[in-house]
């Protein structure tokens, strides 16, 4: 039988099986990319790779902004088609050649994948004189635009051109009533604007901005319209921008206006269905920003006038062109001293643009800060178009302001915007287009009308 060795010394411990890491190394990670790239002269092709890159953007012609200048092109040549070449070229150039906003990539390149995403946009009041000079800039950029207008004062004539193109809504709606959309951006432009439109119906003016609240309290002047706006504003998360007015100061006693100063108003004159209700509607665009958190902007607009304003909206600059072109007389209420501000549509459209795209609520006085009075205005109607038109004066009107000029300096320090079109120079493009609605294709006789 084999005998069996037994080991009877001490009992061994188990050795525990514990991992110990090494130490790491210093500057190891910073070690470790710097060889990557150094090895198979990875960053060399990097480097190049970027250099061929921008090489190649740089190269690249934009077609983008050949496309949009096209579309600026056929747009205001549309409704001035009467026009010689010089003059189409110079009236383009008003509103390609601008600075910031302008048709945004005019004279750099994008690359592919960085081009700035189109915006749904509603405009309120956009077949309207100021509306549809918006439209078109914001169409021309690339954006969606919904047109909401009741065709009191607006004309389908000022948009036809848009019809057919996929990006342009027009429907014929009244904002009195609620309206459900899904957009971005909400400019407020609806209500008339002139003082034969709100002076015609001043109960609907008053509607277009009011509302009643339980104890039954009158809010004024397109409130109502203003309301739904900012509910709108508020369930779909848009900015929403404000067009107010120059005629919230009322009779000034300031000159000329800032945006602090507090107004001179009579709440029961025939006037104040505007006035009123365009503070009103400032009040609760506030309100609705600090009690709701809607982003908003606040403009307060002088007097504007361009191609397509409505030809007898007894607005002076309207009335005058429209009185010389017949061979009537211009009228001239009062002693003709009084003052006034006029900017052209292209200055405004640009600045309400920048508004809504800055980071300022406002509110933001819009105008030409060049003063003139009623009978240097008759004196540069009559250059333009008929030196012997002769002129009437007539008893004043009820609560005429005297005097009407913006301090645009918080427009110029906050927006970086101030007007760049002078009167001498912007008339002469709202004439073209008053002598073709007025005498349509009879053009040819009335040329001797005509002066530079």
């Given at each position: 039988m084999a005998s069996e060795l037994i080991y009877r010394g001490p009992e061994s411990q188990p050795v525990p099986d514990v991992y110990t890491p090494k130490p790491d190394k210093p500057w190891l990670s910073v070690i470790r990319p710097v060889r990557y790239l150094l090895r198979e002269q990875r960053i060399v092709f990097l480097f190049a790779g970027i250099a061929i890159a921008s090489l190649i953007f740089a190269l690249l012609p934009s077609s983008r902004s050949g496309s949009l200048n096209y579309?600026?092109?056929?747009?205001?040549?549309?409704?001035?088609?009467?026009?010689?070449?010089?003059?189409?070229?110079?009236?383009?150039?008003?509103?390609?050649?601008?600075?910031?906003?302008?048709?945004?990539?005019?004279?750099?390149?994008?690359?592919?994948?960085?081009?700035?995403?189109?915006?749904?946009?509603?405009?309120?009041?956009?077949?309207?004189?100021?509306?549809?000079?918006?439209?078109?800039?914001?169409?021309?950029?690339?954006?969606?635009?919904?047109?909401?207008?009741?065709?009191?004062?607006?004309?389908?004539?000022?948009?036809?051109?848009?019809?057919?193109?996929?990006?342009?809504?027009?429907?014929?709606?009244?904002?009195?009533?609620?309206?459900?959309?899904?957009?971005?951006?909400?400019?407020?432009?609806?209500?008339?604007?002139?003082?034969?439109?709100?002076?015609?119906?001043?109960?609907?003016?008053?509607?277009?901005?009011?509302?009643?609240?339980?104890?039954?309290?009158?809010?004024?002047?397109?409130?109502?319209?203003?309301?739904?706006?900012?509910?709108?504003?508020k369930r779909v998360g848009a900015r929403f921008l404000l067009t107010s007015t120059s005629e919230v100061y009322g009779d000034p006693l300031e000159h000329p206006q800032k945006e602090t100063y507090w107004g001179n108003v009579n709440p029961i004159g025939v006037r104040s269905c505007y006035d009123e209700g365009k503070r009103t509607a400032e009040t609760l665009t506030m309100d609705y920003h600090r009690g709701a958190g809607v982003e908003v902007r606040i403009a307060r607009i002088f007097n504007t006038y361009g191609p397509r304003m409505c030809i007898d909206d007894g607005r002076v600059v309207s009335n005058f062109v429209a009185q010389a072109l017949r061979k009537e007389p211009l009228t001239v209420y009062g002693d003709g001293k009084q003052t006034r501000s006029f900017q052209f549509v292209s200055d405004l459209v640009e600045g309400l643009m920048r508004l809504m795209e800055g980071e300022h609520v406002g509110p933001f006085n819009l105008g030409n800060p060049g003063e003139f009075t009623m009978l240097e205005l008759a004196k540069v109607v009559q250059e333009t178009i008929d030196p012997n038109a002769q002129i009437e004066f007539r008893p004043n009107t009820e609560d005429d302001p005297h005097k009407r000029k913006p301090d645009i300096s918080r427009a110029k320090e906050l927006l970086g915007w101030e007007p760049k079109v002078a009167l001498r120079k912007g008339l002469p493009m709202m004439v073209q287009d008053f002598r073709q609605r007025i005498f349509g294709d009879h053009k040819e006789d009335t040329s001797s009308a005509t002066t530079a």
């Amino acid at each position: 039988m084999a005998s069996e060795l037994i080991y009877r010394g001490p009992e061994s411990q188990p050795v525990p099986d514990v991992y110990t890491p090494k130490p790491d190394k210093p500057w190891l990670s910073v070690i470790r990319p710097v060889r990557y790239l150094l090895r198979e002269q990875r960053i060399v092709f990097l480097f190049a790779g970027i250099a061929i890159a921008s090489l190649i953007f740089a190269l690249l012609p934009s077609s983008r902004s050949g496309s949009l200048n096209y579309a600026n092109n056929a747009i205001y040549d549309s409704y001035l088609p009467s026009e010689s070449t010089q003059s189409q070229v110079a009236h383009r150039m008003i509103y390609q050649n601008r600075p910031g906003f302008g048709l945004f990539n005019s004279g750099g390149k994008i690359p592919l994948g960085l081009q700035r995403k189109g915006l749904r946009i509603v405009v309120t009041g956009g077949a309207g004189f100021v509306g549809s000079h918006l439209v078109d800039r914001l169409i021309a950029r690339g954006d969606s635009v919904i047109v909401v207008d009741n065709f009191f004062t607006g004309r389908k004539e000022n948009v036809m051109h848009h019809f057919g193109n996929p990006r342009f809504e027009l429907i014929r709606h009244d904002v009195v009533e609620p309206l459900l959309l899904e957009v971005d951006q909400i400019y407020h432009l609806a209500c008339p604007a002139s003082p034969v439109h709100y002076k015609h119906n001043p109960v609907k003016t008053i509607i277009s901005f009011l509302f009643l609240s339980l104890l039954v309290i009158l809010i004024c002047t397109n409130v109502v319209g203003t309301l739904n706006m900012l509910g709108l504003a508020k369930r779909v998360g848009a900015r929403f921008l404000l067009t107010s007015t120059s005629e919230v100061y009322g009779d000034p006693l300031e000159h000329p206006q800032k945006e602090t100063y507090w107004g001179n108003v009579n709440p029961i004159g025939v006037r104040s269905c505007y006035d009123e209700g365009k503070r009103t509607a400032e009040t609760l665009t506030m309100d609705y920003h600090r009690g709701a958190g809607v982003e908003v902007r606040i403009a307060r607009i002088f007097n504007t006038y361009g191609p397509r304003m409505c030809i007898d909206d007894g607005r002076v600059v309207s009335n005058f062109v429209a009185q010389a072109l017949r061979k009537e007389p211009l009228t001239v209420y009062g002693d003709g001293k009084q003052t006034r501000s006029f900017q052209f549509v292209s200055d405004l459209v640009e600045g309400l643009m920048r508004l809504m795209e800055g980071e300022h609520v406002g509110p933001f006085n819009l105008g030409n800060p060049g003063e003139f009075t009623m009978l240097e205005l008759a004196k540069v109607v009559q250059e333009t178009i008929d030196p012997n038109a002769q002129i009437e004066f007539r008893p004043n009107t009820e609560d005429d302001p005297h005097k009407r000029k913006p301090d645009i300096s918080r427009a110029k320090e906050l927006l970086g915007w101030e007007p760049k079109v002078a009167l001498r120079k912007g008339l002469p493009m709202m004439v073209q287009d008053f002598r073709q609605r007025i005498f349509g294709d009879h053009k040819e006789d009335t040329s001797s009308a005509t002066t530079a």
